[in-house]
C-alpha cells in the first residue's frame, strides 16, 4: 500500500483521538458507541469521539485513493470495531503511551491488502435470453444454463420465484473485499441494464417495453386500505406492485439494436481512452435508463430531463434555454426545418417546465404524463442522434458539438 505521509499523519491523529474518548468500564447505557471485549468488559466511545473521530476515520477510509472504493462500508467499521478492541486492551491494561504511528500504519497496512477476485453473480428479473450475453463488464446468462451451480448457494432464495422464460442470471469478475464486490456487482448490472433499457426503447419505440430489474429490486408490495363513509364502508388490500413482462431479447432484437449502435455502445464502455462526449453520452444513458424504471411521471420527466443535459449542455453555459433548444432541435432533425422550427419551440416549453418543477416543485402548463412522455422521447432521441455524430462526424466535445450544429444550422436550416 503506497500510503502517503500526509496520511499517515492523519490517521495517526485520528487513532489517537479515538482512544483519548474510549470508555472503559463504566459505560453509560447511552454512549454514542459500545463494544466488549469480555462478556463483563465493556467499552465505548463518548459522543465526540464517536460522532468526531469515528465519523472521520470512516470517511478518511473510504476516500484513500484505490482502497476505499473497494471496501464495503460494513466491512470498514468491522475493522474500525477491530481496532477499537486493541486500543480499549491498551488502556485497560494500563498501557501509558502507545505508539499511535505503528497502530496506524499497520491497521492501514491491513486495510491495503491485495484481494482476490470474486465470480459474482445475481439474478435479472424480467430478462429473457436464449444465448450469453455481454454489456461492458456484465455477462447475462440463460437461467437454466447456471441453475445447476447455485444448488446449496445464497441465491437459493430467488430459485422458486425464477422462470427461465423470463429471468436470468448476470455475473461479472470483481476484484475487491467480499461484501463490496457484491456492492459493485449490483452498480455493474443496473449500469449494463440501462444500457438495454435505451435499446429496447428504441428497438420498441411504439411498442410496451418489459420491465428488467435486479433482484430484489422490482416494485412489489401490498398495503391494506379502508373507506368509510357514513352509510357504508369498504377494505381492501391494495397490490403496489407491478406484473413484470418479460424484456425478451432474441436474434431479431439483437439484429436491430446492431442498427441502433449496440455495438458501438459496447466499444465505448469498453475503451480506456472515452472523449469527453463519449463520457457524457455513457452517462445520459444511465439517467435515461432510471428514467424507464421510475414509476411516478414527475419523477420520470425529471430523470429524462437530467439526460438530456448531461449529454448536451456544456458546462460554462449558464442559459440552458438561450442554447440548448437550437442544439438538440438540429441534433435530432439536421435537415428538416419545419421539424427542427417545431422541436425547438418544443423543447423550449419543456425548459420552463423544468424550471418550474425545480423552482416550485409543479409544473405551470403541461400534465405530469405529458412531460414524462415528451421528455423521455426527446432523451432517446438525443442519445440516438448523439452516438451517430460521435461515430459518423468524429465528434470528441461538447464544443465540437456545437460547432458542427452551428454549420448545419447555417447550411441547411436557415
Not at 484513500?64 to 486492551?89: M, N, P, R, V, Y
Not at 463490496?180 to 440501462?194: G, K, P, S, Y
Not at 414509476?295 to 442554447?323: G, N, Q, R
Request: charged share 25%; net charge negative.
Amino acid at each position: 500500500m503506497g500510503l502517503k505521509p500526509a496520511e499517515l499523519v492523519t490517521a495517526t491523529e485520528v487513532i489517537e483521538g479515538l482512544c483519548e474518548h474510549l470508555l472503559i468500564q463504566d459505560v453509560p447505557e447511552d454512549a454514542s458507541y459500545t463494544g466488549f471485549l469480555s462478556i463483563d468488559e465493556p467499552f465505548g466511545l463518548d459522543y465526540k469521539g464517536f460522532h468526531e473521530f469515528y465519523r472521520r476515520l470512516l470517511s478518511f477510509v473510504l476516500s484513500l485513493d484505490d482502497i476505499g472504493a473497494l471496501w464495503s462500508q460494513d466491512a470498514i467499521e468491522g475493522k474500525i470495531h477491530t481496532l477499537l478492541i486493541d486500543l480499549a486492551k491498551r488502556r485497560y491494561e494500563g498501557e501509558e503511551a502507545p505508539d499511535f504511528a505503528s497502530i496506524a500504519h499497520d491497521w492501514l497496512a491491513d486495510i491495503g491488502v491485495e484481494f482476490e477476485e470474486f465470480g459474482c453473480y445475481v439474478p435479472v428479473v424480467g430478462l429473457s435470453i436464449d444465448t450469453t450475453l455481454e454489456i461492458g463488464t456484465v455477462m447475462f446468462h440463460p437461467l437454466d444454463s447456471l441453475r445447476s451451480e447455485f444448488e446449496g448457494q445464497l441465491i437459493s432464495p430467488y430459485r422458486e420465484h425464477l422462470h427461465p422464460l423470463r429471468d436470468c442470471i448476470a455475473s461479472s469478475v470483481i476484484r475487491a473485499e467480499k461484501l463490496r464486490a457484491i456492492e459493485l456487482l449490483q452498480i455493474e448490472v443496473n449500469w449494463a441494464l440501462n444500457v438495454l433499457r435505451l435499446m429496447g426503447s428504441l428497438v420498441w419505440h411504439n411498442q410496451p417495453q418489459g420491465s428488467i430489474y435486479v433482484g430484489g429490486q422490482e416494485p412489489k408490495g401490498s398495503s391494506y386500505a379502508v373507506a368509510l363513509g357514513t352509510q357504508d364502508s369498504v377494505s381492501k388490500g391494495v397490490d403496489t406492485g407491478r406484473v413484470i413482462p418479460p424484456f425478451r431479447i432474441d436474434d431479431e432484437f439483437l439484429q436491430v439494436a446492431k442498427v441502433y449502435g449496440l455495438d458501438h455502445i459496447r466499444d465505448i464502455a469498453s475503451s480506456d481512452s472515452q472523449t469527453e462526449l463519449e463520457r457524457a453520452f455513457l452517462l445520459s444513458i444511465q439517467w435515461y435508463g432510471e428514467g424507464i424504471r421510475e414509476t411516478l411521471p414527475l419523477y420520470e420527466f425529471v430523470k429524462f430531463y437530467v439526460a438530456i443535459e448531461i449529454a448536451s449542455k456544456k458546462k460554462s453555459e449558464s442559459s440552458t434555454k438561450k442554447h440548448l433548444p437550437r442544439r438538440l432541435s438540429v441534433l435530432i432533425y439536421p435537415w428538416s426545418k419545419e421539424k427542427q422550427r417545431n422541436l425547438e419551440d418544443g423543447i423550449g416549453d419543456l425548459i420552463d417546465e423544468r424550471n418550474a418543477v425545480f423552482h416550485g416543485g409543479s409544473p405551470e402548463k403541461q400534465s405530469e404524463d405529458y412531460l414524462a412522455w415528451f421528455s423521455r422521447v426527446v432523451a432517446m432521441q438525443t442519445l440516438h442522434h448523439l452516438r451517430m455524430a460521435i461515430e459518423q462526424e468524429g465528434l470528441d466535445t461538447k464544443e465540437a458539438l456545437d460547432s458542427w450544429v452551428q454549420q448545419q444550422y447555417a447550411t441547411y436550416l436557415q
